[in-house]
């Protein structure tokens, strides 16, 4: 069993920064992929980023790449998630998820953070 608890989400400007954090726990947990998703209110939950325990391999979006940073702190068994330049399109809840097998359907998630963007 993986525990997965996201932090960090909250009313920012247009513009602004932000960094999101997932915090692991579990017997097994970096033997799984970490990934991040967003669902914004009327839409699907999409995939945004993905980082590895080991290696720190990561891979993005196309739509985040340029503003989207994904990184691993294994001794803190915590993956972040950086955004800048905020747009009010950024709006959504933010979660954490592990998989072992791509990210079509993530083993694990978190509860899930809101991250609100003003204009």
């Known amino acids: 069993q993986v525990q997965l608890v996201e932090s960090g989400g909250e009313l920012v400007q247009a513009g602004g920064s932000l960094k999101l954090s997932c915090a692991a726990s579990g017997r097994t947990f970096s033997s799984y992929a970490m990934g991040w998703f967003r669902q914004a209110p009327g839409k699907e939950r999409e995939f945004v980023a993905a980082?590895?325990?080991?290696?720190?391999?990561?891979i993005y979006a196309d739509s985040v790449k340029e503003r989207f940073t994904i990184s691993s702190d294994n001794a803190k068994n915590t993956v972040y998630l950086r955004i800048t330049s905020l747009k009010p399109e950024d709006t959504a809840v933010y979660y954490c998820?592990?998989?072992?097998?791509?990210?079509?359907?993530?083993?694990?998630w978190g509860q899930g953070t809101q991250v609100t963007v003003s204009s």
């Open positions: 998820a592990a998989a072992k097998r791509g990210w079509s359907s993530p083993d694990y």
């Open positions: 980082v590895t325990w080991s290696g720190g391999h990561t």
